[in-house]
Structures are given as structure tokens and as C-alpha cells.
């Protein structure tokens, strides 16, 4: 059995993780596969046969920035025990950013995540550029949500054509670009991306969207994501040394997510690179 890493889960605090779900449920029309605990997760992982698991914490203030790093150190310590590990996070209008990113490597973070549409920011604007330029000067990967967002329906602010620009614009980076480069823009992320220094995540990108059953949609078409024929094809397009497994739980099943990846028309090979091996070389022995 293959070792199995899912490079992309979110978790909140217990008291108030029920409050968080239920927003972000409303928000998106999408149905939870977990309680959004870090105890959910747990049993989630068991359930699907994954061996480790990376959160990804979004400020949506500048306030929020050094608490839920302290957080995310104290949930790495007991990641050999749980075999959940967090990366740190960062907003682009907190001030001092070259400064906490280094307290987050110091820490043993690996990684950052960064939201441009939660944080209303375009992603190639200057204030992200500084915080990707101090995170790659320190070797932190950073994992932006890349594309359109199901719960804010429209709003534009980490294209493709944005991601290109930042990249051109700043030194080297270990930068993972979510939902298979762009949600919902995949064919410009196909087009523009396919060449960059980045790598993809796979993560609620595959087959449909589940509905929270509230009506909101009526077709089948408003819940597509990518076709299995599509899915492969970006991978083999960015090249499976650069994709990582995700499945942005608790949106995503994560072991109907598993059975579906290990379905798909790939070499055993790039399944391995995709489950566990990139995500290794990225986490650097973390867990």
C-alpha cells in the first residue's frame, strides 16, 4: 500500500468549528464530510487509509495572523502521534511579514497558506510579492488558493494570468497553486501555468461538487468540476513530479477522494509522486 499524504484539509479550534462549518456551508451551498475538528480529521484520515495530513490556516485579518501560527506549532507537536501537520499563515496587509515568517520557520513550519480571495487582495499585487519573496529567501513553500472560489461566486483575485505575473516578478519560490491550478479557470491555468515553477494540488477539482441540499443548484452542470479524461490531462500537462494529492477536507471525502484518484488511468509511478513523494520532498521530513 502506497503511503498517502493529503497536502490540502482545513481544521478550526473545537468551540467554534461548528460555527465555521456552518458559514462556509452557507456560503458555498456545499455539503461538509466532517465536523471541521482536528478530531474529525483524525477519524476521517483512519477511515480512508491516509498516513498524514496538512492544514492550511486562512487569516482574514491582520490580527488573526500571529494566534493562528502559535496554533499551528502547537498542532505540529504532536504530529507524530496524529499525523497532522499545519503550515503557518500570512495576510498581505500584516505588518512585519518578513519578520513572523521567520519566527514561523524557526518554529519548523514549512509552509504558508495565503487566500487572495478571502484577503481581497489580487495575488501579483506588491504586498504579496514581499511576502513570497521573504518566504522563498527562507525555503517556506507557500500554497495559495488559485482560481475562482465557490463561495464567492465571480470575484477574481489569483487568476492565472495574476499568478503568471507574480511569479515573473519575484526569485525563487516553492509555490503549490491549489485546485489544479486555477478553479474553475483551467484552461487558462493549462495555458499559462503549465510551464511555471509551480506545483498543483488536486483538490476539489475532480468529478462534481456535493450540494448541501438547500436547492441553491438546479443543474448538474452548476456542480461539474473536472473530467477524469480532464483531470489526467493537467497532470501529465504540469507533470506529475508537480502535483500533490488533496482533498480539501472536510469538503471533500477523503476516502471517496483516494478511490477516485487511485482509479485514474496513471502509472503506479505517478501515483506514488502524487500521493506521497512530492509531498515529502516538500515537507521535508516533517511527518
Request: hydrophobic fraction near 45%.
Amino acid at each position: 500500500m502506497m503511503r498517502v499524504i493529503d497536502f490540502h484539509t482545513h481544521t478550526f479550534p473545537d468551540h467554534i468549528a461548528a460555527s465555521a462549518i456552518g458559514k462556509l456551508q452557507a456560503a458555498s451551498h456545499t455539503r461538509p464530510f466532517s465536523d471541521g475538528t482536528v478530531s474529525g480529521l483524525i477519524k476521517s484520515m483512519t477511515e480512508a487509509g491516509i498516513s498524514a495530513s496538512v492544514v492550511l490556516p486562512v487569516a482574514t485579518s491582520p490580527r488573526q495572523v500571529e494566534h493562528i501560527n502559535d496554533a499551528s506549532v502547537r498542532l505540529n507537536e504532536r504530529a507524530g502521534e496524529t499525523g497532522v501537520f499545519s503550515f503557518g499563515c500570512m495576510h498581505p496587509d500584516y505588518q512585519g511579514a518578513a519578520r513572523e515568517l521567520g519566527r514561523i520557520a524557526g518554529a519548523g513550519l514549512r509552509g504558508i497558506k495565503l487566500h487572495p480571495v478571502y484577503q481581497g487582495v489580487d495575488f501579483d499585487d506588491p504586498r504579496f510579492l514581499r511576502i513570497l519573496e521573504a518566504a522563498g529567501a527562507l525555503g517556506l513553500t507557500v500554497l495559495i488558493h488559485a482560481g475562482l472560489d465557490v463561495g464567492f461566486p465571480g470575484v477574481e483575485h489569483a487568476s492565472p494570468r495574476m499568478i503568471a505575473r507574480a511569479l515573473k516578478s519575484v526569485g525563487p519560490v516553492r509555490l503549490v497553486l491549489a485546485h489544479m491550478g486555477g478553479w474553475r479557470c483551467w484552461d487558462q491555468a493549462e495555458q499559462l501555468l503549465a510551464g511555471a515553477n509551480a506545483y498543483i494540488d488536486t483538490s476539489f477539482s475532480l468529478g462534481a461538487m456535493t450540494p448541501s441540499g438547500d436547492g441553491h443548484y438546479r443543474t448538474a452542470e452548476e456542480l461539474a468540476l473536472l473530467s477524469e479524461e480532464r483531470f489526467v490531462r493537467l497532470i501529465r500537462a504540469f507533470g506529475a513530479e508537480r502535483v500533490l494529492f488533496g482533498t480539501d477536507s472536510p469538503w471533500g471525502d477523503q476516502a471517496n477522494e483516494l478511490r477516485r484518484f487511485l482509479s485514474l488511468p496513471l502509472t503506479d509511478e505517478e501515483k506514488r509522486m502524487i500521493l506521497s513523494e512530492n509531498a515529502e520532498r516538500l515537507l521535508r521530513s516533517a511527518i
